[in-house]
């Protein structure tokens, strides 16, 4: 089946520090990526969704500066946790649409950053 | 705006009980439903689309557009089923973007 590959899967840092997630399509191509963020005892809320070759598309209320993805091939999706502050601190995680005419989403493993 | 409401929070139910999750949508268009699973400390799997019509792990779901439901169903509760469901939605009409209800804690006591 789909797999989706999601690295690293823990991080711990100081803040201020810059931190790049890594999603991957291990053996489909996805040419639509999305990144969410699930806070404890929550749903998922998504972020954003990563375009490959164009710019991502950014929900409402999150900042496009502080959350950069980018999406340079169609296996591959980062986001870049600039700056990152104790408020940043998450659960996050990414999933790529699968091809075909009904496209489920396949996740990665989530990543959850902690910033002291 | 596309909306999916899992009113419950938590469902227990003894192992060999029957199980109903229920899911319920809002969505201008024709809309696309899958149920996830997330069981504990794996990540979001896909259980079901309902495109598929399939029954996976003995749960089914089906896709009534009168209603506006997608409820799942198994008919005897195992407790391997214990773990976190979403309902998700998607469509053309929202940019292919997938909307989560809140999700719902199944317990499946032995």
């Known amino acids: 089946g789909a797999v989706v590959s999601q690295h690293p899967s823990w991080v711990i840092c100081k803040s201020g520090t810059s931190v790049k997630i890594e999603c991957r399509s291990l053996d489909f191509q996805a040419t639509t990526m999305f990144w969410y963020r699930q806070f404890p005892k929550q749903s998922l809320m998504l972020m954003a969704t990563s375009n490959e070759g164009s710019k991502a598309t950014y929900e409402q209320g999150v900042e496009k500066d502080k959350f950069l993805i980018n999406h340079a091939s169609l296996t591959l999706s980062t986001l870049t946790v600039t700056s990152a502050h104790p408020e940043d601190s998450s659960f996050y995680i990414c999933?790529?649409?699968?091809?075909?005419?009904?496209?489920?989403?396949?996740f990665g493993d989530g990543t959850r950053l902690s910033i002291l | 705006a596309q909306r999916v409401t899992q009113p419950e929070k938590l469902l227990s139910v003894f192992k060999g009980a029957p199980v109903e999750l229920k899911c319920n949508y809002s969505?201008?268009?024709?809309?696309?439903l899958f149920w996830y699973v997330q069981y504990s400390r794996q990540r979001l799997q896909l259980l079901l689309r309902h495109i598929s019509r399939e029954s996976i792990k003995g749960f089914t779901a089906d896709l009534n557009k009168g209603e506006t439901s997608f409820h799942l169903k198994k008919p005897f509760a195992q407790e391997e089923d214990s773990a976190m469901y979403y309902c998700a939605l998607s469509g053309q009409a929202a940019g292919n973007k997938l909307t989560f209800g809140g999700g719902t804690r199944v317990l499946v006591k032995p």
């Open positions: 999933s790529a649409r699968e091809p075909g005419p009904v496209r489920a989403q396949h």
């Open positions: 969505y201008s268009g024709s809309p696309e």
